[in-house]
């Protein structure tokens, strides 16, 4: 953003505002701390049930039209997409955060992979 131009009158090496060696110009955004007057307003609504995961996970797989799989193939996918869910969870980084979002992001990819198998596939055994 820096180099484009974009609302930068001061470079970032001569700015004196730092977190460690890394000029606050150079990041993105910044993360403030929220007024105390906001707090009221937090809601915590909590965690999802591993059972109702499961459900939602079915539900999202059974709503995409895009995907093109029997049953068995369906119930294999809400076991491996629930279950790469809790294994996420155990991490002890920021990679424990996982959301419904993934999964639908995991789907995006798999009606992509399954949209283009015809050509990936038998090609796939030249490159091995």
């Known amino acids: 953003l820096e180099n484009a131009g974009l609302g930068y009158y001061i470079q970032s090496n001569e700015s004196q505002d730092k977190i460690g060696s890394i ?3 150079r990041l993105v955004y ?3 701390p929220m007024p105390l007057s906001m707090f009221p307003l937090i809601w915590d609504f909590g965690n ?3 059972r109702n995961e499961v459900r939602y996970i079915a539900q999202m797989i059974e709503s995409q039209t895009k995907i093109k ?3 068995q193939q369906k119930q294999t996918l809400v076991a491996l997409l629930s279950r790469s869910q809790a294994l ?3 991490q002890k ?3 424990s955060f996982v959301s419904l979002r993934d999964v639908e992001r995991t789907l995006e990819v798999y009606s992509w992979v399954e949209s283009i ?3 990936l596939f038998p090609n796939i055994k030249e490159l091995l």
């Open 117 to 119: 198998k015809a050509i």
């Open 23 to 25: 000029p606050l110009r």
């Open 48 to 50: 999802v049930t591993d």
């Open 88 to 90: 996420m969870r155990k």
């Open 30 to 32: 910044r993360v403030n």
């Open 93 to 95: 980084d920021e990679c």
């Open 69 to 71: 799989a029997d049953q």
